[in-house]
């Protein structure tokens, strides 16, 4: 007797097969049912865990044909090593590239007001900005600032992006601000009295950036508040900076602005 499949369906209405790809920690996928794209963070028996760069959490279900990889359906699977776990994400929430080189610099340039202002963007954009080939200036003062771009002369190929601290309009700073600005130079200011303050309060483990009478220290006020020492601010944003792990620790307000200016000067955001 002849042997029949208990198959019956018709080869041309039968699904094309489609690949099965591990869910390791760090690859990114989407879910079309819901357009939810993330890193795979986990993955447990019948479940795999999305985080987005927003730090959203989803957990859908292991379905066959359940995924998006590239644009490409996939069936993801459990993975069956048990190595070590690679980042899946950079400290600004960028997809990390393992093994990436730095980019040639670009003639761009993106100058930050402060030194701890300094610090806290090359802690977390700092993977970012080598990948795109941004060099991060240190601008000691906004008064400075004409002649840094009269000298750096901003053009198409070579835009300029500068952050300042607490940029408020109708201030000295707003005015210089406005006054270099153009196509090719963009100045944006976040809304702290210090960068201090763009650290999250919960991260620090306290309750909320405590308020300084005017006049006073910004900086050896909140020490006094705190109860941190106030004759080492120094050392004091050390220790501060040492609790900034990723993004996740910054206000979005700050996230915005610097993101603002990495599109600016790579061309990505604008004309």
């Not at 806290?120 to 002649?147: M, N, S, T």
């Not at 919960?202 to 009478?213: E, K, T």
């Not at 109860?227 to 993004?247: E, F, K, M």
Request: with cysteine; proline share 8%; charged share 25%.
């Amino acid at each position: 007797m002849r042997q029949y499949s208990a198959d019956l369906t018709p080869p041309w209405k039968k699904p094309k097969p489609v690949p099965e790809v591990a869910a390791e920690a760090g690859l990114v996928v989407e879910e079309p049912g819901t357009g939810f794209c993330g890193a795979v963070i986990r993955c447990e028996a019948g479940t795999v865990t999305l985080e987005d760069r927003f730090g959203k959490h989803r957990v859908f279900p292991l379905e066959p044909r359940g995924f998006l990889l590239e644009g490409r359906v996939v069936t993801l699977v459990r993975p069956t090593s048990g190595g070590p776990v690679r980042p899946s994400r950079t400290a600004s929430g960028s997809v990390a590239v393992p093994g990436a080189r730095a980019r040639v610099a670009r003639a761009g340039r993106i100058y930050v007001e402060g030194r701890h202002d300094a610090e806290l963007v090359e802690k977390v954009w700092g993977d970012d900005l080598r990948i795109e080939g941004v060099v991060v200036e240190y601008l000691e003062g906004v008064d400075d600032l004409p002649a840094i771009v009269a000298e750096f002369a901003p053009g198409p190929d070579a835009r300029l992006g500068v952050l300042v601290d607490h940029l408020l309009p109708g201030t000295k700073e707003w005015r210089i601000a406005q006054s270099v600005t153009s196509d090719h130079a963009l100045v944006v200011g976040h809304p702290y009295i210090d960068i201090w303050e763009a650290v999250k309060p919960s991260s620090l483990g306290i309750g909320s950036w405590p308020r300084v009478p005017h006049g006073q220290d910004w900086k050896r006020g909140v020490c006094r508040a705190l109860g941190w020492p106030t004759d080492n601010t120094g050392a004091v944003w050390q220790a501060i900076l040492a609790r900034v792990g990723s993004y996740k620790d910054l206000e979005p307000e700050l996230l915005g602005r610097v993101e603002e200016l990495i599109d600016f000067v790579t061309g990505s955001g604008g004309a």
